[in-house]
């Protein structure tokens, strides 16, 4: 059985950062790519970004690329979404999910294990 459990979210002004954590419990954390995604209201759960086992692959959506970076720490099953420059538009609530494989992938389907979300707020 695979839990993860997302942290970090809040409110913050146009401009300002947060750091996302995504905690990983269950085995074989070091095997399962890992993605994070965000769902604004009334819209469809979207890709935010995706890491690799190994943090080989890393690959974002355009419209976060320059501004979010991912990483984890596979001694810690941690998966982390560093936020700068954040946007009005990047208002969501953010999820972790586990792959269930070591590759990268960037489809809402390719994903087997969800986190319950974190709200993200930015105001203008």
């Known amino acids: 059985q695979v839990r993860l459990v997302e942290s970090g979210g809040g409110l913050v002004q146009a401009g300002g950062s947060l750091r996302l954590s995504c905690s990983y419990f269950g085995r074989t954390f070091s095997s399962n790519a890992m993605g994070w995604f965000r769902q604004a209201p009334g819209k469809e759960r979207e890709f935010v970004a995706v890491i690799s086992w190994n943090g080989g692959s890393i690959y974002y959506a355009d419209a976060v690329k320059g501004r979010f970076t991912i990483s984890r720490d596979n001694t810690m099953n941690t998966v982390y979404l560093q936020m700068n420059s954040l946007k009005p538009e990047d208002t969501a609530i953010y999820s972790c999910?586990?792959?269930?494989?070591?590759?990268?992938?960037?489809?809402?389907?390719?994903?087997?294990?969800w986190g319950q979300g974190t709200q993200v707020t930015v105001s203008t």
């Open positions: 999910a586990a792959r269930g494989d070591s590759r990268a992938a960037t489809g809402v389907y390719d994903y087997h294990y």
